[in-house]
């Protein structure tokens, strides 16, 4: 006999409780369940009946810098990556833009990437300190434990701005990039409507912040809420994974014996070095975080299988900088490295972007120092602040390795540069070990080292000593444009993924017959005459559990009271595998369908409310219809909030 369970609906009930309980306190009577689930693959929104778009442009919106990649539909092979930009940096060769943005003073978009960064520079200093510049602020919405749409970021200046504001102004500035760009190339205006955008994301990040990403670029006019299908949340790891796979030897570089050839000839694939069940794991390495995933191909068509959920921590390259940071103010003072930054903006960005290209010539096998300018106005603020001079200050620190130079330079040994980048590649030794000692995670047969900062040769040497050659080691030649590659690709044919891993278990909060010594009696219930146990967590999906793209499960409920002339039904989440009660730790409310019945009858006994979650895109849409007047309700599932 299957416990019968019911949804509780809005009439209070006044219990005296030994605890709250949520379903009470919101006053829903609430619903109960009628049948077993039943999953459907459902794919009857096949690509052909949506809208035909012309073309795909993916935006890789990263930490450090950005940039986007196109492909038409009619010529799917040829990926184009953006125009060459403007005034960019010594020793730091790509075609992504940094991850700039500046406000002008009354808070209005003014320029993005090279462009911002040089006009802040050649601000006078009184005026830049009105002017609000950002960088690196992808991470907050990492960070931020409780994120929502009014999540503020602070400005170099101090002042903070709504975060979706900074975010829908970049993704804006983007979408006008690339249209100008695609109406040059089609010689005449391009239409929005025609492109299917995809944003990346990291595979790590929780859903609020993949939706805060939807959200800002809803508030850009990339696309509108009456057509999300035309956005594509995608995640950065499966992006690279997808262009990986793609690869030709030519095209990369086999750590395992440091050359292309390796046994195949060149113009090969690596994935026809790939077959049937081959798992792989790709390492994707930015500025922010690092994501690890593995993937299993599934052959003939080469559908990628997720085989264990992201995971991977904030860990990217911008560590180096904090470090960088707190040397500076370990050799010349906390108090003064604060008030240099808020008063002398402009200059601490300078000497930023002076750490940033000797970083990239750290290397295992250097040994003649790294040379880094410092700022005149550093100097000169220094002295000022102090009273004495920054050579002073580096004598009477006891930082040995590094040196003031006649030049005016901070002169870093090797060993000092090396020490800057040793927790941040701790961090990512310690997440790969923990992977690869996982049962899931066995035979591995390459690993692809992806993203910026997988371009730097003591991240490469640390990954190769802690494999020992258990998998070739795999990178990329363009590997800062892997993810946007692979981005395109993906929104060219986004069933090219087949099966993920849930990263939260999903349920309703619904009403079971109440059983002596089974429930709690706090949560006991009496409704005419009947005993219910409230709170109870109906599980759709546990985390960790596959989920096919686009699966869809599927309930049937009743009302608990015959009589409820709306139903609503909560939908709840956790990061744990298992829950029994909504009002378990960690659960969270992160959706509510409301469905009116009113004036409506059913002609069963029982009124059958059916409700279905579809999993497998980065959103989670969840649906209820009632199944006497096919009346239904839709909803996105919403984790911003609170």
Not at 99 to 113: A, Y
Not at 148 to 155: E, G, V
């Amino acid at each position: 006999m299957m416990t019968e369970k019911v949804l509780v609906i809005d009439d209070v009930i006044t219990d005296a409780m030994a605890t709250p309980s949520p379903a009470k306190s919101m006053g829903d009577p609430g619903i109960t369940p009628l049948s077993p689930t039943h999953v459907l693959n459902d794919s009857e929104e096949n690509e052909s009946t949506r809208h035909p778009y012309v073309v795909v442009v993916a935006i890789d919106f990263g930490t450090t810098s950005s940039g986007y990649a196109y492909a038409f539909k009619k010529e799917p092979e040829c990926i184009h990556t953006m125009r060459r930009w403007e005034g960019g940096d010594p020793g730091v060769s790509n075609q992504k833009t940094p991850t700039t943005i500046l406000l002008t003073p009354d808070k209005k978009f003014h320029s993005f990437g090279y462009a911002a960064r040089d006009f802040y520079h050649d601000l006078d200093p009184t005026e830049s300190k009105q002017w609000l510049y950002l960088e690196k602020f992808k991470m907050k919405l990492h960070t931020t434990a409780n994120l929502s749409i009014d999540t503020d970021l602070h400005a170099a200046n101090g002042k903070r701005v709504k975060a979706l504001d900074i975010f829908a102004y970049a993704l804006a500035f983007f979408k006008e990039q690339a249209l100008k760009e695609l109406s040059d190339q089609a010689g005449g205006d391009f239409e929005n409507s025609d492109v299917r955008w995809v944003i990346t994301v990291p595979a790590i990040w929780k859903m609020p912040a993949k939706q805060f990403m939807r959200e800002a670029a809803y508030k850009a006019g990339l696309v509108s809420r009456d057509n999300p299908d035309q956005l594509i949340i995608a995640l950065e790891p499966e992006a690279a994974s997808i262009y990986c796979r793609k690869l030709r030897l030519h095209q990369m570089v086999d750590l395992s014996n440091k050359t292309a050839q390796n046994g195949y000839s060149p113009t090969e694939n690596v994935g026809s070095g790939m077959t049937q069940g081959d798992r792989y794991v790709v390492v994707d390495c930015g500025g922010g975080t690092v994501d690890l995933t593995v993937h299993q191909i599934r052959l003939p068509e080469g559908h990628l299988k997720e085989l264990y959920k992201a995971s991977g921590g904030p860990h990217g390259s911008i560590g180096i900088d904090y470090e960088f940071e707190k040397l500076l103010c370990k050799i010349f003072g906390q108090d003064f490295i604060d008030q240099f930054k808020i008063k002398r903006p402009a200059a601490w960005v300078d000497l930023m972007i002076a750490f940033e290209s000797r970083k990239r010539a750290a290397a295992p096998d250097r040994s003649n120092p790294l040379n880094i300018n410092l700022p005149f106005s550093f100097i000169d603020y220094y002295k000022k602040f102090r009273g004495h001079s920054v050579e002073h200050a580096l004598r009477k620190s006891n930082v040995d390795f590094v040196k003031w130079s006649s030049q005016g330079m901070l002169r870093m040994s090797p060993d000092a540069m090396n020490a800057l980048f040793k927790p941040t590649i701790d961090h990512i030794i310690q997440h790969l070990t923990e992977l690869f000692d996982r049962p899931e995670v066995t035979d591995i047969k390459f690993l692809f080292l992806v993203g910026g900062f997988a371009e730097s040769p003591l991240l490469q040497q640390a990954v190769q000593n802690m494999l020992q050659g258990r998998s070739r080691i795999i990178i990329p030649h363009d590997v800062g444009l892997t993810i946007l590659k692979g981005a395109v690709l993906f929104g060219l044919d986004p069933s090219i993924i087949k099966v993920r891993r849930s990263p939260l278990t999903y349920g309703v909060g619904v009403l079971n017959r109440f059983i002596e010594g089974k429930h709690p009696p706090e949560k006991m219930l009496v409704k005419d005459g009947t005993r219910w146990c409230t709170d109870v967590f109906d599980t759709f999906i546990s985390a960790d559990q596959s989920v096919a793209l686009g699966e869809t499960v599927k309930r049937s409920y009743t009302p608990a009271k015959p009589s409820q002339q709306v139903i609503v039904i909560h939908v709840y989440c956790s990061e744990k595998e298992s829950a029994i009660f909504i009002s378990d730790p960690g659960v969270r409310k992160c959706g509510t369908l409301k469905l009116d019945v009113s004036g409506t009858e059913s002609p069963a006994a029982r009124r059958e409310i059916q409700t279905l979650m579809q999993f497998g895109d980065t959103e989670i849409r969840a649906m209820a219809i009632d199944v006497a007047t096919s009346r239904s309700v839709k909803a996105s599932i919403d984790f911003l909030s609170h």
